[in-house]
């Protein structure tokens, strides 16, 4: 699976919990999400500068609109950076919640180990290691049908078991 048909088939999986994700999916996925807020997070740094906030990163993040310079207030009319990487967060959550339940899926694992192990400390590094594992070989429980990753062998290859 490439990179563009994996984006395409969380944005199709939205809130699809059931199945599996290959590794290549899961992935793909975290490197859009990360590629994507790596881009706003350097615009939002870019305008901090242009507005003078040399050491005030936060003052650029926390109002977007809206900001002093300590003795008169001033509307900013430049796109709020800052707003637009909750809104992305916000409408990545669901999708990057349902890949990672199935990648889990994809390793005979349960979703619960996604919930559970966000409250344990260092739970992470835990997911993290299960994450990068290998799909199970065959069909599994949390299996819609027939695992697209192991291809069947051809009837009259070498290889075959018949």
């Known amino acids: 699976m490439n990179f563009f048909q994996s984006i395409a088939s969380v944005a ?26 790596f881009v706003i997070v350097v615009l939002i740094i870019m305008r901090a500068y242009a507005q003078g906030y040399h050491d005030g990163l936060a003052a650029s993040l926390a109002s977007p609109y809206i900001w002093s310079d300590g003795n008169t207030v001033l509307v ?56 990068l594992q290998r799909s199970s070989p065959g069909l599994n429980r949390y299996d819609d049908g027939p695992n697209p990753l192991i291809r069947p062998a051809h009837r009259n290859s070498p290889f075959s078991q018949a």
């Open 76 to 131: 900013d009319n430049r796109p709020p950076f800052g707003t637009l990487a909750l809104i992305f967060l916000a409408l990545t959550f669901f999708p990057n919640a349902a890949v990672s339940i199935r990648r889990l899926h994809d390793i005979g694992r349960s979703g619960w180990w996604f919930v559970a192990l966000h409250f344990i400390p260092l739970g992470e590094i835990l997911l993290f290691v299960f994450y």
């Open 12 to 37: 199709r999986n939205y809130f699809g919990f059931d199945g599996r994700a290959s590794r290549s999916e899961f992935w793909h996925w975290v490197l859009f999400r990360y590629g994507v807020i």
